[in-house]
């Protein structure tokens, strides 16, 4: 009988330490990246970048200029855009010679350079160049997996430009409709009570004043349970000056959650889908009730009415992305959003009817991280 005894690898081994480091190194760079190819992040990244390639120096350019440099040899940093530049223009990797690079000091170790192009979706958008004694294919082959790791951190900073985008353009969407029919509405029933009742005209008017400032302001992408609600309570304010004793609202808050992050206009654009549309070719009275509750690590929110209702499958027409001139803009803007921020799983529910009034709820996560950026 033969006996083999074998030996277990160890965790923390030389090999698990110089793979704990690179991903360290690998954290460490990613943040700055993130924020797209500037010269602040490419000042930040470099010497991360240089750290995890083992180079005496590392350059980052965009298309036209340096961005960042780190290292040794900061005389060499002013030809490092002529170094790169036939890799801007041809998008292949090179190595550049010693008769280019290096210089007459003899303790100098900048004397050979390696170029990887950097891209989004195809484009060459910069250049990384990392610098050292000599070159090698393993060193290459490093410099090119690097660039190209560099490449998608810079795609997702550009996905993350283009989201904001999409939600300032989603804002302006929400602001337009609000414009034309809540502004001029609320303008025209204050002007009503000028003569009649110029101290409830003043009154209204800075009802209208806080909720304009609060809608058109700066957005951001988050404000608090309590600032929506707020704002919600003047749109109210306002719309019970215009319809009187025929709309009646109640609101229930469970003061705990007033804090909980929620996203800017997610809850406004509800109210005002409830009553523009739930009191059409209505004369009766209309009932509003807003509802948010403690749901342990969510808070549950209900915007529900007594109105007209809708047809189900003109519901579900409006959240696939109907654009007719009575699609309810606010309806699908809000559903999407809240998909977009938490995940799919919390969408809005809506239960409707013809004749039998409206209920949308959501839910949203108590813990948002980076809700609230210093």
């Known amino acids: 009988m033969v006996w083999r005894r074998t030996r277990r690898r160890e965790f923390g ?5 110089a793979t704990f480091g690179t991903l360290h190194t690998i954290s460490l760079a990613s943040p700055s990246l993130r924020s797209g190819l500037t010269r602040d992040s490419a000042r930040k990244a470099a010497r991360h970048l240089r750290a995890l390639l083992g180079a005496e120096a590392v350059a980052l350019t965009d298309a036209e200029q340096l961005l960042g440099w780190d290292g040794g040899g900061s005389e060499h940093a002013e030809g490092a855009l002529g170094h790169v530049h036939p890799v801007l223009k041809s998008g292949r990797p090179r190595v550049v010679a010693p008769d280019l ?38 060193r290459i082959r490093a410099l090119g997996e690097v660039a190209r ?58 009802d209208f004043a806080d ?58 654009p509800l109210v005002e889908n409830a009553i523009r549309h739930g009191m059409a070719a209505s004369r009766q ?48 803007n809000v559903d999407e959003r809240m998909r977009q921020v938490y995940g799919d799983e919390f969408g809005l529910i809506v239960e409707t009817g013809q004749g039998a009034g409206t209920k949308v709820s959501l839910r949203v996560p108590k813990c948002r991280p980076g809700a609230f950026p210093d």
């Open 13 to 17: 081994s030389l090999a698990d330490e």
């Open 101 to 138: 690079v290096a210089c007459g000091d003899p303790v100098c170790r900048v004397r050979v350079g390696m170029v990887a192009p950097l891209t989004i979706e195809g484009r060459v958008v910069g250049a990384l160049a990392a610098y050292g004694p000599s070159a090698c294919p393993t």
């Open 149 to 206: 790791w560099v490449s998608g951190q810079l795609e997702l900073a550009e996905l993350d430009s283009a989201r904001a985008r999409l939600i300032e353009a989603e804002m302006r969407a929400l602001r337009a409709q609000i414009s034309p029919h809540f502004v001029y509405n609320s303008l025209t029933t204050i002007a009503s009570f000028v003569r009649t009742d110029p101290e409830r005209a003043r009154e209204l008017l800075l």
């Open 211 to 268: 909720f304009a400032r609060y809608s058109f302001r700066n957005p951001r992408e988050f404000t608090t349970l309590a600032e929506e609600l707020r704002s919600i309570d003047r749109y109210l304010l306002l719309e019970r000056a215009r319809f009187g004793e025929r709309l009646r609202f109640t609101v229930e808050i469970a003061p705990e959650v007033l804090p909980v992050a929620v996203p800017f206009l997610s809850l406004q």
């Open 285 to 332: 009275s209309f009932h509003v009730r807003i509802v948010a509750r403690d749901a342990g690590t969510e808070t549950a929110i209900s915007i529900e009415d007594d109105g007209v209702g809708m047809d189900p499958e003109r519901l579900r027409a409006v959240l696939a992305g109907d654009t007719g001139p009575n699609a309810g803009i606010g309806l699908a």
